[in-house]
């Protein structure tokens, strides 16, 4: 299986990126995937994630702000993250359930990680 997160990058407050994470070596259209973010010196917060049928779900603080989607003829997944604030920064880590029936925010739920691509926001 391979993970490749991008899109990361510094940004000022209030501004917009887009994160993609391409994923490979397992059946995409059949899994379901999350983003995860690791703040500096905090520990690993589920953000959102999207099982196979296009279900999705949010954690509070990123719901309003953030969008998940897929595009399983591409292999996939990105995080559209606008009015991004300070507590946003952090490493944004890709996460695969090849079972698509897990809980998306149980993290244990996940097979396959990616390294993450970090985002910076500040002025």
């Known amino acids: 299986v391979q993970i490749a997160e991008s899109g990361g990058g510094l940004v000022q407050p209030g501004g917009s990126l887009r994160l993609s994470c391409a994923a490979s070596?397992?059946?995409?259209?059949?899994?379901?995937m999350s983003w995860a973010r690791q703040a500096p010196g905090k520990g690993l917060e589920w953000l959102s994630g999207?099982?196979?049928?296009?279900?999705?779900l949010y954690t509070d603080s990123v719901k309003g702000r953030f969008t998940i989607s897929r595009d399983n003829a591409k292999n996939t997944m990105y995080l559209q993250m606008n009015s991004l604030k300070p507590e946003d920064t952090g490493v944004y880590l890709c996460?695969?359930?090849?079972?698509?029936?897990?809980?998306?925010?149980?993290?244990?739920?996940?097979?396959?990680w990616g390294q993450g691509t970090l985002v910076t926001v500040s002025s």
């Open positions: 999207i099982y196979s049928d296009g279900s999705t």
């Open positions: 070596g397992f059946t995409f259209s059949s899994s379901a």
């Open positions: 996460a695969i359930d090849s079972t698509d029936s897990g809980p998306l925010a149980l993290m244990s739920a996940y097979d396959y």
